[in-house]
Protein backbone atom coordinates (compact mmCIF):
# COMPACT_ATOMS: atom_id res chain seq x y z
CA UNK A 1 0.00 0.00 0.00
CA UNK A 2 1.62 3.84 -0.82
CA UNK A 3 1.67 6.59 1.17
CA UNK A 4 -1.45 9.10 1.02
CA UNK A 5 0.15 12.38 0.71
CA UNK A 6 -2.58 15.56 0.72
CA UNK A 7 -1.45 18.84 -1.72
CA UNK A 8 -2.20 21.99 -0.65
CA UNK A 9 -1.70 24.71 -3.54
CA UNK A 10 -2.16 27.43 -6.14
CA UNK A 11 -2.62 25.01 -8.96
CA UNK A 12 1.10 23.93 -9.10
CA UNK A 13 0.46 20.08 -9.10
CA UNK A 14 -2.77 19.92 -11.15
CA UNK A 15 -3.42 17.74 -13.56
CA UNK A 16 -6.31 19.59 -15.34
CA UNK A 17 -5.33 22.92 -17.26
CA UNK A 18 -6.64 25.19 -19.64
CA UNK A 19 -4.65 26.15 -22.25
CA UNK A 20 -6.02 28.62 -25.21
CA UNK A 21 -9.45 27.55 -23.92
CA UNK A 22 -9.35 24.10 -24.49
CA UNK A 23 -9.04 21.62 -21.48
CA UNK A 24 -5.95 19.70 -21.44
CA UNK A 25 -4.82 16.01 -19.15
CA UNK A 26 -1.26 17.48 -17.78
CA UNK A 27 1.48 15.19 -18.96
CA UNK A 28 4.78 15.93 -16.99
CA UNK A 29 7.00 13.61 -16.15
CA UNK A 30 7.16 14.70 -12.24
CA UNK A 31 3.45 14.82 -12.32
CA UNK A 32 3.01 11.07 -12.98
CA UNK A 33 5.88 10.36 -10.60
CA UNK A 34 3.78 11.57 -7.82
CA UNK A 35 1.01 9.83 -9.11
CA UNK A 36 2.71 6.64 -9.34
CA UNK A 37 4.40 7.11 -5.99
CA UNK A 38 1.41 7.92 -3.55
CA UNK A 39 -1.76 7.88 -3.01
CA UNK A 40 -2.77 11.06 -3.62
CA UNK A 41 -5.43 13.76 -2.64
CA UNK A 42 -4.95 16.56 -4.79
CA UNK A 43 -6.65 20.21 -3.58
CA UNK A 44 -4.39 22.33 -5.92
CA UNK A 45 -6.72 25.11 -7.05
CA UNK A 46 -6.48 28.63 -7.80
CA UNK A 47 -7.81 31.14 -5.17
CA UNK A 48 -6.79 28.58 -2.30
CA UNK A 49 -5.09 30.56 0.63
CA UNK A 50 -3.24 29.36 4.05
CA UNK A 51 -7.05 30.15 5.93
CA UNK A 52 -9.29 27.52 3.50
CA UNK A 53 -6.54 25.09 3.09
CA UNK A 54 -5.94 24.58 6.83
CA UNK A 55 -10.07 24.35 6.94
CA UNK A 56 -9.79 22.03 4.46
CA UNK A 57 -6.91 20.03 6.19
CA UNK A 58 -8.42 19.94 8.83
CA UNK A 59 -11.86 18.23 6.89
CA UNK A 60 -9.94 15.66 4.92
CA UNK A 61 -7.29 14.79 8.17
CA UNK A 62 -10.20 13.60 10.01
CA UNK A 63 -10.96 11.16 6.84
CA UNK A 64 -7.95 9.78 6.02
CA UNK A 65 -4.48 9.38 7.83
CA UNK A 66 -1.71 11.02 5.21
CA UNK A 67 2.42 11.21 5.69
CA UNK A 68 3.02 14.09 4.45
CA UNK A 69 1.12 17.57 3.27
CA UNK A 70 2.53 19.29 -0.04
CA UNK A 71 2.08 22.73 0.53
CA UNK A 72 2.66 25.50 -2.39
CA UNK A 73 0.38 28.60 -1.07
CA UNK A 74 0.54 32.42 -1.20
CA UNK A 75 -0.48 33.48 -4.58
CA UNK A 76 -3.74 33.88 -3.57
CA UNK A 77 -2.31 36.23 -0.34
CA UNK A 78 -0.65 38.18 -3.22
CA UNK A 79 -3.53 39.00 -5.16
CA UNK A 80 -5.29 39.82 -2.14
CA UNK A 81 -2.76 41.88 -0.42
CA UNK A 82 -2.75 39.92 2.84
CA UNK A 83 0.73 38.50 2.82
CA UNK A 84 1.22 40.49 6.31
CA UNK A 85 -0.85 37.86 7.79
CA UNK A 86 0.46 34.82 5.89
CA UNK A 87 3.15 33.91 7.89
CA UNK A 88 1.26 33.42 10.79
CA UNK A 89 -1.25 31.35 9.15
CA UNK A 90 1.17 29.41 7.09
CA UNK A 91 2.48 28.63 10.60
CA UNK A 92 -0.68 27.62 11.75
CA UNK A 93 -0.83 24.88 9.14
CA UNK A 94 2.09 23.74 10.05
CA UNK A 95 1.75 23.22 13.49
CA UNK A 96 -1.77 21.50 12.58
CA UNK A 97 0.14 18.79 10.24
CA UNK A 98 2.78 18.63 13.00
CA UNK A 99 0.19 17.84 15.69
CA UNK A 100 -1.18 15.07 13.87
CA UNK A 101 1.96 13.48 12.42
CA UNK A 102 1.74 14.35 8.94
CA UNK A 103 4.71 15.80 7.87
CA UNK A 104 4.32 19.15 6.00
CA UNK A 105 6.66 19.80 3.16
CA UNK A 106 7.11 23.78 1.83
CA UNK A 107 7.48 24.31 -1.51
CA UNK A 108 8.72 28.09 -3.04
CA UNK A 109 6.05 29.06 -5.42
CA UNK A 110 6.50 30.95 -8.86
CA UNK A 111 4.73 33.01 -10.82
CA UNK A 112 4.65 35.22 -14.08
CA UNK A 113 2.45 37.89 -13.06
CA UNK A 114 3.40 38.86 -9.18
CA UNK A 115 6.30 39.49 -7.31
CA UNK A 116 6.63 36.18 -5.41
CA UNK A 117 9.97 36.96 -3.84
CA UNK A 118 7.94 38.05 -0.28
CA UNK A 119 6.04 35.12 0.15
CA UNK A 120 9.10 32.65 -0.61
CA UNK A 121 11.11 34.78 1.65
CA UNK A 122 8.87 33.48 4.13
CA UNK A 123 8.29 29.84 3.11
CA UNK A 124 12.26 29.56 3.62
CA UNK A 125 12.07 31.40 7.27
CA UNK A 126 9.47 28.88 7.96
CA UNK A 127 11.35 25.77 6.69
CA UNK A 128 14.20 27.13 8.63
CA UNK A 129 12.56 27.28 11.57
CA UNK A 130 10.32 24.08 11.58
CA UNK A 131 13.11 22.08 9.94
CA UNK A 132 10.97 21.27 7.10
CA UNK A 133 11.99 20.08 3.50
CA UNK A 134 11.25 22.08 0.43
CA UNK A 135 11.27 19.11 -1.48
CA UNK A 136 9.36 16.24 -2.60
CA UNK A 137 11.04 13.74 -3.55
CA UNK A 138 14.35 14.70 -1.84
CA UNK A 139 15.95 14.62 -5.64
CA UNK A 140 16.41 17.70 -6.98
CA UNK A 141 16.63 16.44 -10.50
CA UNK A 142 13.33 14.80 -10.15
CA UNK A 143 10.64 17.60 -8.81
CA UNK A 144 11.16 21.73 -9.78
CA UNK A 145 8.39 23.51 -8.25
CA UNK A 146 8.85 26.51 -10.26
CA UNK A 147 8.08 24.58 -13.16
CA UNK A 148 5.41 25.69 -15.02
CA UNK A 149 2.93 22.95 -15.65
CA UNK A 150 0.19 23.88 -18.16
CA UNK A 151 2.53 25.07 -21.22
Not at 8 to 15: I, P
Not at 125 to 134: G, S
Amino acid sequence: MKNRILILGNNDFSRECYENGVFKINNKNYIKYLYKEYDVDNFSKENLNCISARCMCRLFCELYKYSKCVISLGIDEIKNNTISSFEYELKELVNYLISRNIEPVLLEIDSDKYNVEEVNSIIRKVCKEYKLKNDLFNNPGSFNPKLQLCH
